[in-house]
């Protein structure tokens, strides 16, 4: 039977890209020491960490994570309509 919602691995790829978007839209690329986002999505339920390494002059690393996970629900929750 086919159906019109995003498959598990377009939700996290979405997710995904979207909170590296927010994270280099704030940083350079090569101020970034490092960085992991994990993304989960299992019985619909969306799960996303977002860990930053990176210098507090440009902008604050916990904020900028913080928005990077907010971004990606965001970014799934379009997918999905909402």
Not at 14 to 42: H, L, M
Not at 46 to 63: G, K, M, R, S
């Amino acid at each position: 039977m086919p159906t019109d919602e995003p498959s598990d691995e377009t939700v996290v790829q979405t997710a995904a890209e979207a909170a590296e978007d927010v994270i280099f839209s704030r940083y350079k690329q090569s101020a970034v020491r490092d960085y992991d986002v994990t993304v989960v999505f299992e019985a619909g339920v969306l799960e996303v960490d977002v860990y930053l390494n990176a210098p507090e002059d440009q902008a604050d690393p916990d904020q900028v994570a913080d928005d990077a996970a907010l971004t990606a629900r965001r970014a799934v929750d379009e997918l999905f309509g909402e």
